[in-house]
């Protein structure tokens, strides 16, 4: 049974940090592409990042680049994502995903998601 359990978030004013993190089991997670998505009330969720597991390139949103990284311990079975400069705007449930697909940008091609964990951004 795949597991993916987010952890890390809560409330931080506009400028501060916080990391994310996201343990798998279940799986052969070396072989998965990991990324992190977000939502918010009445809208879609959102791409935020990717981890790759071909070569593990990164990709960013544009509304995170800059500000966010993320990473991946293989031997902790884990993803991480570090966030800094926080905005109000990037206030937002995060979920962690992972796919053995090829389809890194869109929800639906994820096979494995968290339950997610809320990011609050206050000013």
């Known amino acids: 049974q795949v597991q993916l359990v987010e952890s890390g978030g809560g409330l931080v004013q506009a400028g501060g940090s916080l990391r994310l993190s996201c343990a798998a089991s279940?799986?052969?997670?070396?072989?998965?592409?990991m990324a992190w998505f977000r939502q918010t009330s009445g809208k879609k969720r959102e791409f935020v990042s990717v981890s790759k597991r071909s070569d593990e390139c990164t990709d960013y949103s544009d509304s995170v680049k800059g500000r966010f990284t993320i990473s991946r311990d293989n031997a902790k079975n884990t993803v991480y994502l570090q966030m800094s400069g926080l905005k109000l705007e990037d206030t937002a449930v995060y979920y962690c995903a992972a796919t053995f697909g090829n389809y890194y940008y869109t929800p639906s091609m994820y096979e494995y998601w968290g339950q997610g964990t809320q990011v609050t951004v206050s000013s």
């Open positions: 279940g799986l052969t997670f070396s072989v998965y592409t």
